[in-house]
């Protein structure tokens, strides 16, 4: 592969410079700002061969534009880090004073009750309507480790306020520090519905932001639902393609509106380059292009702010910048009047 900026391949930026032999520090983000990341093991590029800045929409090596745009990262919700964490200890910590207090209650309880024997027609009456179910119940708990009750316990709190699949939850429970026996003995032992967990946790991502149908199932494979389970969730949450909201549009519909509203919150696109885009998220070019013309945009303007983008980080004439904007997506027209507007 030659020297050029590329999409980052490690994702935490839009783009990363390739010196011809390693993934280099110099990185640039979506707002269009070059920096040296300082993360340990990333090769720098030599003094001497300064890389050329790359236009906003990434650039291959060579120096034309990519029609590739950068795919929205995926953003896995891992609790076990930053506000998380504290959130689950105390949840841990809620876990074990329960426990604790739970067995000192029992304790009082048992002592409060001892009294002398009551008649054998009343016990047995009280073994006959607790049934086979609290023997099983109790063969359970006896049969369970102090580190197995914890972990169930843990499970148990960990789904009171969160969704979860079972590896995703045998992976947090691993987190915490409980062996991967008994983290597994623990969401194995509980009871749930794995389905329902991933419409949870599907409603949960469609709250924070926009999903196509294929990229939501691919979210929620990511975080460890079966294809089958994530599907249903996702099916479930979207409320299936067809279906309609009071506007009119479908849930497929809405989902690429916002997508699209995002886009153009953070970056200038053409038309058919917004449009590609949303397809390159999973949206089908109906429900993208539906997406597109919906939307309220001065398409001269968006061909505007991508000239001044691309002359804030490299020099153009007049006819390549047009033609760079043409490149994009941009008309002729809409080329030629945003170089006329910022002075070329």
């Given at each position: ?44 590029p ?16 060579g ?15 891992w ?31 048992t ?11 009343s ?11 609290q ?35 045998i ?45 939501l199932i ?22 299936g ?8 549009a ?46 309220n ?13 691309y ?34």
């Amino acid at each position: 592969m030659e020297k050029g900026w590329y999409n980052d391949p490690h994702g935490r930026y839009l783009r990363r410079y390739f010196d011809g032999t390693d993934w280099t520090s110099q990185v640039q983000t979506s707002a269009g700002e070059v920096l040296t990341e300082t993360t340990p093991g990333v090769a720098q590029p030599p003094q001497s061969d300064t890389p050329v800045l790359p236009p906003p929409q990434g650039a291959p090596a060579g120096g034309g534009i990519s029609s590739t745009p950068a795919k929205k990262s995926k953003k896995k919700l891992w609790i076990g880090v930053g506000v998380g964490v504290l959130i689950i200890a105390g949840i841990a910590g809620a876990a074990n004073d329960s426990s604790s207090n739970t067995n000192e209650s029992s304790t009082e309880a048992t002592k409060t009750d001892e009294e002398p024997a009551s008649s054998s027609d009343s016990s047995t009456a009280n073994e006959s309507s607790n049934g086979s179910n609290q023997s099983d119940s109790s063969s359970t708990n006896e049969s369970e480790t102090t580190s197995q009750k914890n972990a169930r316990r843990s499970a148990e709190s960990y789904l009171d306020f969160m969704a979860f699949s079972r590896s995703g939850l045998i992976d947090q429970l691993e987190f915490e520090g409980y062996s991967t026996a008994d983290a597994t003995y623990a969401v194995d032992a509980v009871d749930v519905d794995w389905r329902e967990q991933a419409v949870k946790s599907a409603e949960s991502y469609l709250d924070s932001m926009a999903f196509s149908r294929s990229g939501l199932i691919d979210q929620l494979e990511f975080e460890g639902f079966s294809t089958s389970d994530a599907t249903y969730g996702a099916d479930q949450a979207l409320g299936g393609s067809s279906s309609s909201s009071s506007s009119g549009a479908t849930a497929g519909q809405e989902n690429a509106i916002r997508s699209a509203e995002s886009y153009l919150d953070f970056m200038a696109f053409s038309k058919p380059g917004l449009i590609d885009q949303l397809e390159y998220e999973g949206y089908s070019n109906a429900d993208a292009t539906y997406a597109v013309d919906s939307l309220n945009v001065n398409w001269n303007e968006q061909a505007v702010k991508s000239a001044e983008s691309y002359l804030d980080m490299m020099a153009f004439s007049r006819s390549g910048l047009i033609d760079q904007l043409i490149f994009e997506g941009f008309s002729s027209s809409e080329a030629t009047y945003a170089a006329d507007r910022v002075g070329l």
